[in-house]
């Protein structure tokens, strides 16, 4: 007999819309200003800790808890190690608290389901994942897999934080969520929250809030104090961005133990890989070289901001690695494309609030020169117009 392999799926993933990553191209000579990777290498100290790590003792498994992680991050937290949580990067950690807190939805009527995913008060906020648009593109995917509602509210147009009294007037945003995200600073706008309205609206949710801080090392200020004050506020931090450690796979969440267990009775047993483990133990043991380089990339992103301006770019002011910025003369997707015909690739987010820009990584200052020269090409090259050097 012929099954139909499809029929095997469960509908759900079956409909499923996967989460999208950034192109890692396997050409070579690219300028890749496009996932947010850090352009400096890690430490040598890091570096050398992984290589020494490689040998017979791959057999083994690793420490199931990362646990020497854990103290490590404690001390530097002013915390406990049941503060701690390390995850196979920080998206575990996200995909973990989005099966830990929220109620999927289940075999439910097409009405009340649609009803659920419209955010209305009668979906139950139990079922709701809540986060603001444009943020980071995981969190509705998150809730999609799980089976959950979700309710994405738009930041205010400058890409502001609206404040608790105008979520309360707009009367959409759900102050009882089983689970609401924020990224700050903000993906893909760069912008930067104060801790003080953090701290508004934390005061003002009931369920869970996750602040996800994975570009906070070039910001101003963190939010970190908010999860030793409140037992319902998670901080997501991960070594990727900042601590140039993408391929190991490696962020922690800091919060309540009580939070913290409940996300540690679902993971894997064995969910941090060992070099992952010796990567970040070691990158912990040498924060001046990263501090250093934070100041780079910040004084990096300054100039660029400076010069793009210049071209007649608008460039959103930015606490992160990257820049959001709206092109002149030609529509940002054709940017996209005529970048990358010169070697450089950038991001461009196909959502109404965010298809008028370009997302730009700073990279080192010589790849920022290579972008720098071909946005100079390609308005040299784009139609005749009266915009020069506004
Ligand atoms: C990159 C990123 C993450 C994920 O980081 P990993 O630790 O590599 O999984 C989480 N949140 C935001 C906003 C990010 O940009």
Redo the contacts with the bound molecule.
């Keep these: 007999m012929n099954t139909d392999p499809r029929s095997l799926i469960r509908p759900l993933v079956r409909r499923l819309r996967p989460y999208v990553p950034g192109e890692q191209p396997r050409t070579r000579g690219l300028i890749k200003l496009n ?2 990777e850090n352009p400096y290498p890690p430490s040598p100290k890091v570096l050398a800790a992984v290589n020494a790590a490689v040998d017979g003792r791959l057999r083994l498994y690793p420490n199931p808890t990362a646990q020497p992680l854990r103290e490590k991050l404690a001390r530097l937290h002013d915390c406990r190690p049941e503060n701690i949580i390390i ?8 995909a973990l608290a989005t099966r830990a807190f929220v109620e999927p939805l289940g075999d439910r009527s097409g009405l009340a389901k649609a009803r659920a995913s419209a955010g209305t008060a009668s979906a139950g906020s139990r079922h709701l994942v809540q986060y603001f648009t444009p ?2 593109s ?1 969190y509705p995917v998150l809730a999609d897999i799980h089976g959950a509602a979700k309710n994405g509210i738009p930041l205010k147009p400058d890409f502001g934080l609206p404040t608790v009294a105008e979520l309360r007037r707009g009367g959409r945003w759900d102050f009882r969520a089983a689970l609401t995200f924020v ?1 700050t600073p903000n ?1 893909p706008s760069g912008r930067g929250y104060a801790t003080t309205e953090l701290a508004a609206l934390c005061r003002a949710q009931r369920g869970v809030v996750v602040l ?1 801080e ?2 906070v090392d070039f910001a101003g200020e963190n939010a970190l104090a908010l999860a030793r004050e409140h037992p319902h506020v998670l901080v ?1 931090r ?4 900042a601590y140039s450690l ?1 391929f190991q ?3 922690y969440f800091v919060g309540h133990p009580e939070l913290i267990a409940a996300l540690d009775r679902i993971r894997d047993s064995y969910n941090v890989n060992g070099l992952g483990q010796v990567a970040a133990l070691a990158t912990l043991d040498d924060l001046p070289y990263y501090r250093a380089n934070f100041a780079r990339v910040r004084a990096t992103r300054e100039r660029v901001c400076h010069e793009l301006t210049a071209l007649g770019f608008a460039v959103l002011p930015s606490q992160t690695n990257f820049l959001l910025v709206r092109p002149p003369k030609l529509p940002a997707r054709e940017w996209l494309a005529r970048l990358r015909a010169r070697q450089v690739l950038v991001r461009w987010f196909d959502t109404p609030a965010t298809a008028a820009y370009l997302r730009i990584t700073i990279g080192t200052d010589a790849e920022m020169d290579g972008l720098l020269r071909a946005a100079k090409a390609i308005l040299k090259a784009a139609p005749h117009s009266t915009s020069r050097n506004r």
């Design positions: 996932t947010n995850g196979n990067g920080s998206d575990e950690l996200l943020s980071y995981l990224t993906a996800d994975a570009y997501s991960t070594f990727s961005k993408c796979r490696v962020g």
